[in-house]
């Protein structure tokens, strides 16, 4: 039988189409970013919840990754938690046993920060919900999630929606905020709703570079000013890409957005570099791949060098024999990660 005083959520992770990168006070974005919802690479989080005998003025929790103590985990959990005791009041009444894990490997060089603040921002929501004040809405539950998601890790907050996800301020979005992602799915063109993200495993090893210190480098960036800039007029292309299905512009665009994250990075003033031979021998194939099969394949990549590929799920066949015969030798162990656009956190207890 469930426990009662449990809550459980699944939440996957998203890809950035236009990328948040550059940051200010508590977590808002330098500019407006769009995201799909993943699917197949998620954060499993359970939360147990138990009064305290006293209040205390921070929090109190044991936390297991993997069904192991994890120390480093532990703080930034800590850290996190502690900094929202305001916006949730039962931290301060209850102690919390959190269990998490992943579906992707360990250290498999994915970001695992957006499904896992995206999981436990779900569950304090849902604990809030039975406990507290209910939400007046499953829609003020999630905007409440998202919000406190980007507390936790600024790209999180996209991912408690299904398919696409809008965060910050932009002049084409009225109901934009840099409080909060919206949903954007139902605004897109039907092959959206299925597209295909596969990710290329080219490292596994941790960045030398977390994208916390990466945002920071933006802010005395000589460029700063023109990259956001350029995200803005970028982002109102791609919505009417999006909405009318039109692949070509949405690709050159997406394909923009990944190599202009990295140009950030090697343009700041402690330049770093993430991307590897492999990465860049991934990038050429892939172009190669599209001007001569005509397949709609573009490549996008996060802070990291592993490229995800995007198409949509009609070319599926096709992509699985590309990625067999020229890419999946370039990755480490072979590895690929084949993923899709999904529908968001699922709640199991
Ligand atoms: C390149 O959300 O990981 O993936 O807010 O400091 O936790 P923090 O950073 P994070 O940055 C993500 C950067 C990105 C682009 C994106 O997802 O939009």
Known sequence: MAQENVVRFTSPSNIALIKYWGKYGRQYPRNASISLTLDQAYSDTSVEYVEREVAGESVSIDFYFEDKANAAFEQKLKKFLNSILDEVSF????????????????????????????????????IENTIGEPYASPEALLQKASYLARLGSGSACRSVYPIAAVWGEHSAIAAASNDYAIPYGEHLHEVFQSYKNDILIVSRKEKKVSSTQGHALMENNVYAASRYAQAEERMTRLLAAMKAGDLETFGEIVEGEALSLH????????????LQPNTLEVLARVKDFRSESKVPLYFSLDAGPNPHLLYPADYTSQVKHFIADDLQGLCHDNMVIADHVGKGPKQFS
Do not use: V
Not at 97 to 105: H, V
């Open 91 to 126: 931290l301060r009444t209850h102690h919390l046993t959190i269990r998490s894990s992943n579906s992707f490997p360990h250290s498999a060089g994915i970001a695992s920060s957006a499904s896992a603040m995206s999981a436990m921002a779900m569950c304090l929501c849902q």
């Open 263 to 274: 140009a950030m990075m090697m343009a700041a003033n402690d330049p770093f570099i993430l």
